[in-house]
């Protein structure tokens, strides 16, 4: 079983970056395909971005594609988020998520990170 850490969330005005980050420990890393989702207030938890356990081939939501990046470093056991040109409908706590099958727009793993909280002020 893997455990999922994730830290950078913060406060940041509208147009701002941030980069998020998710330590994984407890098994093989580059046995996960990891992924990113996000939860605002009153809202289901939504899709946001993954990527294929070499880091070769990675998939977005629409609302974020061109200006989310989601990477990942196998020896550093680490997948990141980039989030630039932040607006308020980022605002939400973003989950790192992590499984041996392919995290997708409408597949979710069964490992999950406690979250971290990005607020966005307008």
């Known amino acids: 079983q893997v455990q999922l850490v994730e830290s950078g969330g913060g406060l940041v005005q509208a147009g701002g970056f941030l980069r998020l980050s998710c330590a994984a420990s407890?098994?093989?890393?580059?046995?996960?395909?990891m992924g990113w989702f996000r939860q605002a207030p009153g809202k289901e938890r939504e899709f946001v971005a993954a990527i294929n356990k070499s880091g070769g081939t990675t998939y977005y939501a629409r609302s974020v594609k061109g200006r989310f990046t989601i990477s990942r470093d196998n020896a550093k056991n680490t997948v990141y988020l980039q989030m630039n040109s932040l607006n308020s409908e980022d605002t939400a706590v973003y989950y790192c998520?992590?499984?041996?099958?392919?995290?997708?727009?409408?597949?979710?793993?069964?490992?999950w990170g406690q979250g971290t909280q990005v607020t966005v002020s307008s």
């Open positions: 407890g098994h093989t890393f580059s046995m996960y395909t």
């Open positions: 998520n992590a499984d041996t099958r392919q995290i997708t727009t409408s597949y979710s793993g069964p490992y």
